[in-house]
């Protein structure tokens, strides 16, 4: 339960703190959008052919995971912070429990989306023509980073002469070996934060719904924070190994969602001391 839930006047140190938060959570908010727009493009490049129903999940898989992930921080900022434990009840409850619940489903379809789409980007084989003869021929992409994608034509298919060049096994994408490999590390990496960010909001759902019914212990909390510490620290190394490596897109949305999350973390440890102080 939060101050402003109990009734409390936050003081200006408390309203600057709530300001910057609620900036971050619009940051974030926005980086849906942002993630659209770059798998739209990647899209069109990739599933030159037509887009499927069934592999949506795949081509939006960044902006898909992003609005899910949102919509569960709200639901996380609003079970901690914003609303009464006594509000938390009949149907706000049962609606909170709902969205989160969509909310968990496409967030784990969506890292099947990074899987899949990780063992699709992997499945390569060998051009054997030269780049400027597929670039005479017309319809192919070149790949130059992950969801990357330029039409190949004369202009850069001579840099392309005598480098090894690999090609999507269903699509008319290909690129240099050291390209695509760059581009596999990335893949895991996306597969590597989906799989820990998921173990973290199951770790932080339990700790709520212990919460709520006041049985969240010292204990409990002391091996949560062990866990969660250790997944944090990888999901920090991914986004270290996106600012080095990938898009700067991808550091940002991985920088904001460590300090978006360690809010909610704070909310928790505040919620759990007031309610052992009552």
């Known amino acids: 339960m939060s101050e402003l839930a109990a009734g409390r006047l936050p003081d200006n140190r408390?309203?600057?703190f709530r300001v910057f938060k609620y900036t971050v959570y619009l940051l974030l908010t926005y980086n849906v959008y942002a993630?659209?727009?770059?798998?739209?493009?990647?899209?069109?490049?990739?599933?030159?052919?037509?887009?499927?129903?069934?592999?949506?999940?795949?081509?939006?898989?960044?902006?898909?995971?992003?609005?899910?992930?949102?919509?569960?921080l709200l639901v996380?900022?609003?079970?901690?912070?914003?609303?009464?434990?006594?509000l938390i009840r009949g149907w706000v409850k049962w609606s909170l429990n709902a969205v989160s619940t969509v909310c968990y489903l496409f967030i784990t379809y969506s890292c099947y989306g990074y899987i899949a789409e990780m063992v699709h980007l992997t499945d390569l084989s060998p051009v054997v023509e030269t780049a400027c003869e597929l670039a005479a021929q017309g319809g192919w992409q070149l790949v130059v980073g992950q969801d990357d994608y330029v039409p190949l034509a004369a202009g850069n298919c001579a840099s392309l002469g005598g480098t090894p060049l690999l090609r999507l096994a269903d699509a008319a994408v290909l690129g240099s070996a050291a390209t695509w490999s760059a581009i596999k590390w990335l893949a895991w990496t996306d597969v590597i934060n989906a799989s820990a960010w998921l173990l973290v909001v199951a770790i932080l759902a339990f700790e709520v719904w212990l919460q709520l019914r006041q049985k969240l212990s010292e204990r409990v909390m002391r091996w949560s924070q062990i866990v969660k510490g250790s997944l944090y620290f990888t999901l920090f190394l991914c986004a270290i190994y996106w600012g080095v490596s990938g898009s700067f897109l991808d550091f940002w949305d991985a920088f904001l969602w460590l300090v978006a999350f360690f809010f909610i973390e704070m909310n928790l440890f505040q919620w759990q001391a007031e309610t052992r102080g009552e």
């Open 76 to 86: 996380f900022e609003l079970e901690t912070f914003v609303l009464d434990d006594r």
């Open 14 to 16: 408390y309203l600057l």
């Open 35 to 72: 993630f659209f727009v770059e798998n739209h493009a990647a899209a069109g490049a990739v599933f030159s052919d037509g887009l499927q129903w069934g592999r949506v999940i795949e081509a939006y898989n960044d902006s898909i995971d992003t609005l899910a992930w949102v919509l569960l």
